[in-house]
Antibody, heavy 121, light 105 residues
Framework: QVQLQESGPGLVKPSGTLSLMCSVSGVSITSSNWWSWVRQPPGKGLEWIGEVYHTGSSNNNPSLKGRVTISVDRSKNQFSLKLYSVTAADTAVYFC??????????????WGQGTLVSVSS | IQMTQSPTSLSASVGDTVTITCRASQTVRNYLNWYQQKPGKAPNLLIYAASTLQSGVPSRFRGSGSGTDFTLTISSLQPEDFATYYCQQSYSNPRTFGPGTKVEI
């Protein structure tokens, strides 16, 4: 059974860097999957942040204007998110998610429970 | 690709059949997924590839459509089905979600 668990600070100061880690169990991070981050501001909808493959190849949402780095640590079966120059608009619940990619289909099939990160001084 | 959903919310009763529509601003072929989210919880994949039921999801959930227009139908609504439903396209990056449809009692 695949499980994902986010960890990291719940409070970040404006202009600082948001850093989160996702620990994966039940499957090797080097399996044929992409690993993603999705966020949800309080009371709002879902936004895809980006994704990383175990080789280190990544794709990010252009709406975040280059403020995102997603990387993988194969030795620890983890992947991470860094979001730079944060503002209050980055306050959200952040989910780490496994992307299932197969012929004809790509879907977010396993989710972490989510962690709330607030941006405030 | 922009995703829209209608209605934004709906009220229904146990046993009803409800239909939620999702429209993409350009074709996503059948790279369309549906998720259910309950308050304080992570989304849960219901349907992928527009019409394939995820393992463990009850058969009262049905997805259809292709190209730009899709529907999620829930037959015989159960108490545990009151939640917010999101469509999401994976045809091209950035992956995008619809704004959600809240199904209320």
């Amino acid at each position: 059974q695949v499980q994902l668990q986010e960890s990291g600070p719940g409070l970040v100061k404006p202009s600082g860097t948001l850093s989160l880690m996702c620990s994966v169990s039940g499957v090797s991070i080097t399996s044929s999957n992409w690993w993603s981050w999705v966020r949800q501001p309080p009371g709002k909808g879902l936004e895809w942040i980006g994704e990383v493959y175990h080789t280190g190849s990544s794709n990010n949402n252009p709406s975040l204007k280059g403020r995102v780095t997603i990387s993988v640590d194969r030795s620890k079966n983890q992947f991470s998110l860094k979001l730079y120059s944060v503002t209050a608009a980055d306050t959200a619940v952040y989910f780490c998610v496994k992307l299932n990619s197969a012929p004809g289909t790509v879907s977010f099939d396993s989710w972490g429970q989510g962690t709330l990160v607030s941006v405030s001084s | 690709i922009q995703m829209t959903q209608s209605p934004t919310s709906l009220s229904a009763s146990v046993g009803d059949t409800v239909t939620i529509t999702c429209r993409a601003s350009q074709t996503v072929r059948n790279y369309l997924n549906w998720y259910q989210q309950k308050p304080g919880k992570a989304p849960n994949l219901l349907i992928y590839a527009a019409s394939t039921l995820q393992s463990g999801v009850p058969s009262r959930f049905r997805g259809s459509g292709s190209g730009t227009d899709f529907t999620l139908t829930i037959s015989s609504l159960q108490p545990e089905d009151f939640a917010t439903y999101y469509c999401q396209q994976s045809y091209s990056n950035p992956r995008t979600f619809g704004p959600g449809t809240k199904v209320e009692i």
